[in-house]
């Protein structure tokens, strides 16, 4: 195994650049290619991986593996090369299991909240002295890096649903945050989007545990599926235990419940009782948000079945340094805080500006928003506006296409002809710059998107500097 040379095509990106620094965390030789120069391209090549932007199909050659992505085309040069050199093929999915396949397999899933639950599981095990492996599509800022490979026994994995890859994984713990339509340009429709989740519950290894927020309907739904009477036979369900947490009192059928019961929210932090049976655990966390203290149940949930006490996972818990583009501050200047997030759904958007107005306290919540998808953009219109509404200005510019040709008549401005306090300006960057000049003290401003808007911050910073210098 270790003689075969794998390829990346899109070596960069959140997702296969995480799984490359896994293989060369295993020794295993490897290359890449990526349309782009980036960040991680440049902490890839210090690893001493060969990188290039660009295609170099020349390079290509039969002995190799190729690793990709679903935003890999077939006509990308590289994986035509491969095809016609009879490669074998791997898809990144497959690649992130490989990497994990002496490890016990912790998979984090859901429409929302994969990234900060999966960051937090890997620092709270990390913290807990269990030296995890992880594999994340974001930076965790305690490690400064989205992948590490452990000297323990668990692989933390967020397993990515876009497009069904989730399937491959057969993990020993799984976390599903919520089930909520998304990537309908994959699925079809919300109906198989939610199926989706019901087979990845059946991916799980058998005697392993499922745990799901109970406050989500879509996750309510698939407990009655996979125990359609409320109760524990084996029979209605995968062999495994299912385990819940929320706010809301819990369902028929679970086998274990952690009750969230919130206790001060503040600027800057939260903190709840943590309920489970006759155990009660106080929680804080060094971040705004009720949606983290959900976020927290879970990996409190977890680190109880790995076997560490109520207490010490609560004292890991509040360290959580939090991860890159989740509401993390990129400056203040003035009074403004600058705050950037990678938020791209319209209930990440509306849960973000419910964030930010506990953290702007008196101040103004101004924003700048770029919509990630036309498709999504397409399908969740409006869901967009109301949501980007809920702040006291917003500004969104053109959309973030990635891996998608454009819509016909799909632009940015079907989000913003439905909003009251938003308009349209097509360039990111003055975007930025509109929103900057109109801040003063004790506002927060937000760049919000899964594209490339966070480069905008940069702009924002330097006109606040400018303004408040003179």
Not at 66 to 76: D, E, K, L, M, T
Not at 176 to 202: C, K, P, V
Not at 350 to 366: D, F, H, P
Not at 422 to 439: F, H, P, T
């Amino acid at each position: 195994m270790t003689e075969t040379k794998y390829h990346f095509i899109g070596i960069g990106g959140a997702g296969m650049s995480v799984v490359a620094q896994l293989f060369v965390e295993r020794g295993w030789q490897l290359s890449g290619s990526d349309q782009a120069d980036s960040a991680n391209l440049s902490r890839l090549k210090q690893l001493g991986v060969e990188c290039w932007v660009g295609t170099q199909p020349q390079k290509i050659t039969p002995e190799m593996t190729i690793v990709y992505s679903s935003a890999i085309r077939p006509s990308n040069p590289e994986f035509a090369a491969g095809k016609a050199a009879g490669c074998r093929f791997m898809h990144r999915s497959q690649a992130l299991a490989l990497a994990a396949a002496d490890r016990k397999f912790v998979a984090v899933a859901g429409a929302h909240g994969k990234t900060t639950t999966s960051g937090m599981i890997a620092q709270t095990f990390s913290q807990l002295g269990a030296d995890p492996s992880f594999a994340v599509g974001g930076v965790v800022t305690h490690y400064q890096t989205g992948a590490h490979l452990g000297t323990g026994e668990y692989f933390i994995a967020e397993a990515d649903e876009s497009d069904g890859s989730f399937l491959n994984y057969r993990p020993q713990l799984a976390i599903i945050t919520n089930i909520e339509a998304d990537h309908l340009d994959n699925y079809g429709s919300s109906e198989q989007f939610a199926r989706a989740f019901f087979d990845f519950a059946h991916c799980i290894e058998p005697g392993g545990t499922l745990i799901l927020c109970t406050d989500d309907p879509g996750c309510r739904t698939l407990l009655k599926q996979l125990r359609p009477q409320g109760d524990l036979d084996e029979s209605c369900s995968p062999k495994i235990r299912i385990l819940g947490y929320g706010l809301q009192a819990p369902p028929a059928g679970l086998d274990d419940f952690c009750l969230v019961k919130p206790l001060l929210a503040e600027p800057n932090s939260v903190s709840a009782q943590f309920n489970r049976g006759q155990e009660t655990t106080t929680v804080s966390l060094p971040m705004p948000g009720e949606h983290n203290l959900l976020n927290a149940a879970a990996v409190f949930l977890a680190a109880r079945i790995a076997g560490f006490s109520a207490t010490e996972t609560a004292g890991a818990l509040a360290e959580f340094e939090g991860t890159a583009r989740r509401f993390e501050t990129k400056g203040e200047v003035g009074g403004v805080r600058v705050i950037d997030d990678y938020a791209h759904h319209p209930t990440e958007v509306a849960a973000l500006m419910r964030q930010s107005r506990e953290a702007a306290g008196k101040g103004r919540v101004l924003v700048v928003f770029q919509p990630h998808l036309y498709s999504r953009t397409k399908n969740f219109a409006s869901r967009f506006a109301a949501a980007l509404d809920l702040a006291d200005r917003a500004v969104v510019c053109d959309i973030y296409g990635a891996r998608e040709d454009p819509l016909p008549g799909v632009t940015s401005r079907i989000i913003t002809d439905k909003m009251q306090r938003g308009s349209y300006v097509a360039d990111k960057d003055e975007a930025a710059r509109l929103i900057a000049n109109e801040a003063h003290g004790s506002d927060l401003i937000l760049t919000v998107g899964a594209g490339d808007i966070t480069k905008a911050t940069t702009v924002v910073l330097a006109v606040l500097k400018q303004r408040f210098s003179q």
